[in-house]
């Protein structure tokens, strides 16, 4: 077994590092990179202000959205925040019709961004791509900080008809239809569908078996389909969830192992930290795929108390050298014991990633190093990863996590080929549980 320190690491190019300006002045800035997205042959970035440390000259910039038009280009800044928008979910959602349930003619994805709001206002922005310009919706107001955390694009099939749903915290899940009369806008429903729980994000959405699902903290909701459409929670988690964990992370379906048909995968935050099938065909019966923290235990030496899993989302990715389909998510751990608010010390170094093989009977553990430069700076959290929109087979991470401690122009993104990111330290699961 191969420790951390003999991990041979896979060769990354540094494409991004804030604090760098585009063609036009603009400072490209940001304590993280929260988002990733492959949208229309363009990769776009946005840029989180969490935690920043604004110097007495810095321009009043809240979260930052960046785009980048080739591999060898430099990132633009395509639209800045103000500051009380420090931090923004991005998403590329294609929708096949719209609002009059019509088929539209030339379908084309659309960038929707949902910044967060220290005012308690719930905004989804939606950008025109012929023109670059953004339109903003207010979807309502609740109390405290507000956010929206995920997107997602779903057939009801009671009606038949095709809807685009955003996650927010503290109203709910609202969803929404293609605006006939643009084509390059979301027509939100007044009123969420579900509403929302304090402190609790919806953090991510799944079709699984033709039924849609949501994952909010400990519990897996479940969409009931119709005019009047409701939300039944069908899941909950089987062991205490910390007040500071997000709960279930990355939810997203895979093949069921035995058998035909699909079963929902998620990634648990916190002190329990394990990555979980659940089985809607067999009454939501939960398999403990991977104990994170135990694996990190044989990869590290050292078991950590607390641990993070699919920052962002499972990417899908192909080995080029098996054909296998594989999943890679971030993955960020601390020895500290400090729950009651987000642990600030003893996280370990570095920016981690797991490789998921079919079926979940073996992980392995990756590492992003570059040898081009020394020493390396600090990575800390591979927050999102997604295929390249530009080269067949190469893969960009981007992240940091400033973990509650103030920073300044931390985020980063690197590139590889999914060959080089696979070059990993091989470690086989223990056996999966099951549980009733």
């Not at 400072?27 to 929260?34: D, I, M, N, P």
């Not at 809807?163 to 605006?179: E, H, K, N, Q, T």
């Not at 939810?251 to 099938?277: K, M, S």
């Not at 890679?328 to 400090?338: D, H, L, P, R």
């Amino acid at each position: 077994m191969q420790s951390a320190d003999t991990l041979q690491p896979a060769t990354y190019r540094r494409v991004f590092k804030a604090g760098t300006c585009d063609d036009r002045g603009h400072v490209l800035g940001g304590t993280e990179v929260l988002h990733l997205v492959a949208h229309r042959g363009r990769l776009f970035s946005s840029l989180s202000y969490t935690w920043n440390d604004y110097g007495p000259e810095d321009p009043a910039t809240g979260a930052q959205i960046a785009v980048l038009d080739g591999p060898d280009d430099d990132w633009q800044l395509d639209v800045a925040y103000a500051r009380a928008h420090w931090r923004a979910t991005l998403a590329s959602v294609t929708l096949m019709e719209d609002s009059h349930g019509r088929r539209t003619q030339y379908p084309a994805p659309l960038l929707l961004a949902g910044p967060s709001d220290s005012q308690g206002f719930v905004y989804v922005d939606c950008r025109n791509d012929e023109t670059g310009s953004w339109t903003r919706s207010c979807l309502g107001r609740g109390d405290g900080a507000a956010s929206v955390r995920s997107f997602f694009v779903y057939r009801d099939k009671v009606t038949g008809r095709e809807r685009v749903f955003a996650g927010a915290s503290p109203l709910g899940i609202f969803s929404g239809v293609l605006d006939s009369e643009t084509t390059q806008n979301i027509r939100w429903d007044i009123a969420p569908e579900m509403e929302g729980r304090p402190h609790a994000r919806p953090m991510g959405f799944a079709e699984c078996e033709g039924r849609l699902y949501v994952s909010i903290k400990q519990d897996i909701y479940r969409r009931i389909d119709g005019e009047t459409a409701a939300w039944e929670r069908v899941y909950t988690l089987r062991v205490p969830l910390v007040a500071i964990s997000s709960g279930l992370r990355g939810l997203t379906v895979v093949p069921r192992g035995t058998g035909v048909g699909q079963v929902l995968l998620a990634a648990l935050e916190g002190d329990f930290c394990r990555v979980l099938r659940i089985d809607p065909q067999d009454n939501f019966r939960e398999t403990i795929e991977l104990d994170v923290l135990d694996f990190l235990r044989v990869c590290w030496g050292s078991r950590p108390a607390y641990g993070i899993v699919a920052y962002d989302d499972f990417t899908s990715v192909v080995d080029p050298s098996t054909g296998e389909g594989l999943l890679i998510a971030g993955v960020g751990a601390t020895y500290s014991e400090q729950f009651g608010t987000h642990p600030t010390d003893d996280w370990v170094q570095d920016a981690w990633y797991l490789i998921r093989h079919p079926g979940g009977s073996r992980y392995e553990l990756g590492r992003i190093e570059s040898r081009s430069l020394d020493p390396m700076p600090r990575l800390f959290a591979a927050r999102s990863i997604v295929l390249s929109p530009f080269q067949p087979g190469m893969l960009y991470v981007g992240g940091y996590d400033p973990n509650a401690k103030r920073c300044r122009h931390t985020a980063w993104v690197f590139s590889a080929s999914v060959e080089a990111a696979l070059a990993a330290c091989s470690v086989d699961a223990a056996p999966a549980r099951t549980f009733d």
